[in-house]
């Protein structure tokens, strides 16, 4: 027990829960939901799709389902445990991820953990509960795989099976089969240099050999070779490096990058100043991360797991050691206590925080997504198409697939493509940019898909625009988004007329009539008409349906923030002058 509470020990430990806090966050990934749908839609169809099902712009079109296996993973852990799983496990693959990085950077134990949590802080931007944090893992794994093989080649073999499942959790496994190329190409300059006597001929025989069967593994997925091509199309896309902020480079006014940025500095730093000689293959794997990294927000963490065990190599052997023990027993014991008390400190305060965090995420759910809203939607169907935001674009799925398809969501892989032709149909990512954007040309998309419902941020240009559009109005809204609907005249309603009539003059003395009146006016069966309480800020929504057979009209109403308009079915009558002698 005594062995266990060493200070480098528990140093560690603290190092890991400090890390497993900073991990544990809330649901808030806009993609995730559309996984959960993916995953529920797998496990209910026992089938992968390989066509869009979840959009109306892209019904049919080719998706490439990269991530099925995460998805499947996601989908069966939230039924299971719900978000409180999600959080927990993803926090703790984070962890274990970052374990296999301390156990790359040497001996020293707190240069170690220091540099382990520094490494942690500068990927922390890209945390979450998403897929790339399975991918992340791997590629930590992969890594250590690459350096443990230069003691036993023998560990290669383990490749094999990472490759089988990395291929089907996502496309970063192109990350691993990249980074096996590269240490194959540095051992082949190397033993052209004569710098490293250890790279044999019968080592890169087997490295060779591993790699190629690495790259056959790779079709062994539902996409087949598809998956081949995948990955270097998502990096080459312009739409989803000009729209996609993980996909640009990192903006190094943003404080959330400083830290990266710092860790490159040190590492070139480290190189520099430090007697230990750099090898052609670190500054190979150096060089590719680096350009990797800046090219791309979603790289840095590659970079950061290659620089990270070279900082260390460096710091050499600071501080010294705890090894010279204090000489009496009793300081012994007494440090052993203390030691036990800061890491039980450290696990209550990262399970208080945890608690909070899964106690926080309706809360989070509701403050990052427009559960209000989509509430609404559930109650009162929209009708038609709807234009959504693109972060929401994955909740929609969630909550409201199969009845209601999304406009756009997270799969910019998907909507970065142009239709047949690229005049006449831009990619979705355009599309929705310009629409989004209130600008120029904003109407097309709206015209285009025939969309007469808007779900966007409340303080979007788009919503402010719409607000003063004279054709659009609102229906509902809250703090976090707006729905909004088109009034313009169309084939099958048309706006007939405002009622300046006050909300309890018109309680009084229309609704009792409206039933007469729907016969009158020859209603057709199933016919909608709306009505309204402007001055009161009631809204009576109403379904005005006639029984042919019985001959009867029945009401439903429902309260909606809506201006004052009467709609009616356009044709559907016949006598307009009985509503305005009933108002007179």
Same mark, same amino acid.
């Given at each position: 027990?005594?062995?266990?509470?060493?200070?480098?020990?528990?140093?560690?430990?603290?190092?890991?829960?400090?890390?497993?806090?900073?991990?544990?966050?809330?649901?808030?990934?806009?993609?995730? !939901?559309?996984?959960?749908?993916?995953?529920?839609?797998?496990?209910?169809?026992?089938?992968?799709?390989?066509?869009?099902?979840?959009?109306?712009?892209?019904?049919?079109?080719?998706?490439?389902?990269?991530?099925?296996?995460?998805?499947?993973?996601?989908?069966?852990?939230?039924?299971?445990?719900?978000?409180?799983?999600?959080?927990?496990?993803?926090?703790?693959?984070?962890?274990?991820?970052?374990?296999?990085?301390?156990?790359?950077?040497?001996?020293?134990?707190?240069?170690?953990?220091?540099?382990?949590?520094?490494?942690?802080?500068?990927?922390?931007?890209?945390?979450?509960?998403?897929?790339?944090?399975?991918?992340?893992?791997?590629?930590?794994? !992969?890594?250590?795989?690459?350096?443990?093989?230069?003691?036993?080649?023998?560990?290669?073999?383990?490749?094999?099976?990472?490759?089988?499942?990395?291929?089907?959790?996502?496309?970063?496994?192109?990350?691993?089969?990249?980074?096996?190329?590269?240490?194959?190409?540095?051992?082949?300059?190397?033993?052209?240099?004569?710098?490293?006597?250890?790279?044999?001929?019968?080592?890169?025989?087997?490295?060779?050999?591993?790699?190629?069967?690495?790259?056959?593994?790779?079709?062994?997925?539902?996409?087949?070779?598809?998956?081949?091509?995948?990955?270097?199309?998502?990096?080459?896309?312009?739409?989803?490096?000009?729209?996609?902020?993980? @996909?640009?480079?990192?903006?190094?006014?943003?404080?959330?990058?400083?830290?990266?940025?710092?860790?490159?500095?040190?590492?070139?730093?480290?190189?520099?100043?430090?007697?230990?000689?750099?090898?052609?293959?670190?500054?190979?794997?150096?060089?590719?991360?680096?350009?990797?990294?800046?090219?791309?927000?979603?790289?840095?963490?590659?970079?950061?797991?290659?620089?990270?065990?070279?900082?260390?190599?460096?710091?050499?052997? !600071?501080?010294?050691?705890?090894?010279?023990?204090?000489?009496?027993?009793?300081?012994?014991?007494?440090?052993?206590?203390?030691?036990?008390?800061?890491?039980?400190?450290?696990?209550?305060?990262?399970?208080?925080?945890?608690?909070?965090?899964?106690?926080?995420?309706?809360?989070?759910?509701?403050?990052?997504?427009?559960?209000?809203?989509?509430?609404?939607?559930?109650?009162?169907?929209?009708?038609?198409?709807?234009?959504?935001?693109?972060?929401?674009?994955?909740?929609?799925? @969630?909550?409201?697939?199969?009845?209601?398809?999304?406009?756009?969501?997270?799969?910019?892989?998907?909507?970065?493509?142009?239709?047949?032709?690229?005049?006449?149909?831009?990619?979705?990512?355009?599309?929705?940019?310009?629409?989004?954007?209130?600008?120029?040309?904003?109407?097309?998309?709206?015209?285009?898909?025939?969309?007469?419902?808007?779900?966007?941020?409340?303080?979007?240009?788009?919503?402010?625009?719409?607000?003063?559009?004279?054709?659009?109005?609102?229906?509902?809204?809250?703090?976090?988004?707006?729905?909004?609907?088109?009034?313009?005249?169309?084939?099958?309603?048309?706006?007939?007329?405002?009622?300046?009539?006050?909300?309890?003059?018109?309680?009084?003395?229309?609704?009792? !009539?409206?039933?007469?009146?729907?016969?009158?006016?020859?209603?057709?069966?199933?016919?909608?008409?709306?009505?309204?309480?402007?001055?009161?800020?009631?809204?009576?929504?109403?379904?005005?349906?006639?029984?042919?057979?019985?001959?009867?009209?029945?009401?439903?109403?429902?309260?909606?923030?809506?201006?004052?308009?009467?709609?009616?079915?356009?044709?559907?009558?016949?006598?307009?002058?009985?509503?305005?002698?009933?108002?007179?």
């Amino acid at each position: 027990m005594k062995a266990l509470l060493r200070t480098r020990n528990i140093f560690f430990a603290v190092v890991l829960l400090g890390i497993f806090g900073m991990a544990a966050r809330n649901v808030t990934d806009p993609d995730i !939901w559309w996984h959960l749908k993916t995953g529920q839609f797998i496990a209910e169809h026992r089938s992968v799709p390989h066509t869009d099902p979840f959009s109306y712009t892209r019904t049919g079109q080719p998706w490439v389902a990269h991530e099925w296996l995460s998805e499947v993973f996601l989908y069966e852990l939230q039924r299971a445990a719900g978000a409180t799983g999600l959080i927990l496990i993803f926090a703790a693959i984070v962890c274990v991820t970052f374990f296999l990085l301390y156990l790359r950077c040497g001996s020293v134990p707190y240069v170690a953990g220091i540099a382990t949590l520094a490494a942690a802080w500068a990927t922390a931007p890209l945390w979450g509960v998403r897929p790339q944090i399975l991918s992340l893992l791997l590629t930590s794994l !992969w890594l250590l795989i690459l350096e443990r093989s230069e003691r036993d080649p023998k560990v290669l073999w383990w490749t094999l099976p990472v490759t089988l499942l990395w291929v089907n959790l996502h496309a970063g496994f192109a990350v691993g089969l990249t980074l096996s190329a590269l240490f194959l190409a540095a051992g082949l300059i190397e033993r052209a240099l004569g710098s490293v006597r250890r790279q044999s001929a019968g080592r890169l025989r087997m490295q060779s050999l591993i790699l190629l069967l690495d790259l056959l593994i790779v079709p062994v997925n539902p996409n087949g070779l598809r998956m081949f091509v995948y990955p270097i199309e998502t990096l080459r896309s312009a739409a989803m490096q000009k729209y996609i902020v993980e @996909w640009a480079s990192p903006n190094f006014h943003r404080p959330e990058y400083w830290l990266f940025l710092l860790l490159v500095l040190v590492t070139f730093a480290a190189i520099c100043w430090s007697r230990v000689p750099l090898r052609p293959r670190d500054l190979l794997l150096l060089l590719v991360s680096l350009y990797a990294g800046l090219s791309s927000i979603r790289l840095m963490p590659l970079f950061v797991l290659i620089a990270i065990p070279l900082i260390c190599q460096r710091l050499g052997n !600071w501080p010294r050691s705890d090894s010279q023990a204090l000489p009496h027993p009793p300081m012994r014991a007494f440090r052993a206590s203390l030691n036990a008390v800061i890491l039980l400190a450290m696990a209550g305060f990262v399970g208080v925080h945890t608690a909070q965090v899964v106690r926080h995420e309706p809360q989070a759910e509701m403050q990052s997504f427009p559960a209000g809203a989509v509430s609404y939607l559930q109650a009162h169907p929209a009708d038609g198409p709807i234009f959504n935001d693109y972060g929401w674009g994955g909740y929609l799925i @969630w909550k409201l697939y199969p009845s209601t398809r999304a406009f756009i969501d997270g799969r910019a892989d998907l909507y970065a493509t142009s239709g047949a032709s690229e005049q006449d149909d831009p990619p979705l990512l355009d599309q929705f940019a310009k629409t989004y954007q209130f600008k120029g040309s904003w109407r097309q998309a709206l015209d285009r898909w025939n969309i007469k419902t808007v779900l966007v941020p409340t303080d979007s240009a788009l919503a402010v625009g719409l607000r003063s559009a004279p054709d659009w109005t609102v229906i509902y809204e809250d703090s976090q988004a707006i729905i909004l609907v088109s009034t313009a005249s169309s084939a099958r309603m048309t706006t007939v007329g405002l009622i300046p009539v006050p909300g309890g003059e018109f309680s009084r003395k229309v609704a009792p !009539w409206l039933p007469e009146t729907c016969n009158k006016l020859h209603f057709r069966p199933f016919r909608r008409v709306l009505w309204w309480e402007s001055w009161s800020g009631q809204i009576a929504r109403g379904l005005c349906k006639r029984d042919t057979d019985a001959r009867t009209t029945s009401i439903a109403p429902v309260n909606n923030p809506v201006e004052a308009r009467l709609m009616f079915p356009l044709g559907g009558f016949e006598n307009y002058g009985a509503f305005e002698k009933i108002l007179a």
